[in-house]
């Protein structure tokens, strides 16, 4: 696949997981196919991964189903 960025051959296409909002509004979205170049190191979604995703954030309580996840807090350390 050709990179948008850079124009470079060998684009591929990676699954990733994003969490959207918070508290009661959280959403965890898994399997977005995310774009990266090996040439650039950019990665990027698109416009359809997009629309997508905004559906997926306005429908989260119709389209999604509950889970139970564990929640850890990034604490960095004194130096």
Avoid: W
């Avoid at 359809?48 to 604490?75: C, M, P, Q, W, Y």
Wanted: aromatic fraction near 6%; include cysteine.
């Amino acid at each position: 696949m050709k990179c948008d960025f850079c124009g470079a051959q060998g684009a591929v296409i990676r699954k990733t997981t994003k969490s959207f909002g918070r508290g009661s509004n959280l959403v965890v979205v898994e399997n977005i196919p995310v774009v990266h170049c090996a040439s650039c190191h950019e990665s990027y979604i698109t416009a359809e991964t997009a629309r997508e995703l905004d559906h997926i954030r306005k429908n989260r309580r119709s389209l999604g189903k509950a889970k139970r996840v564990l929640v850890a807090s990034f604490k960095k350390s004194a130096a």
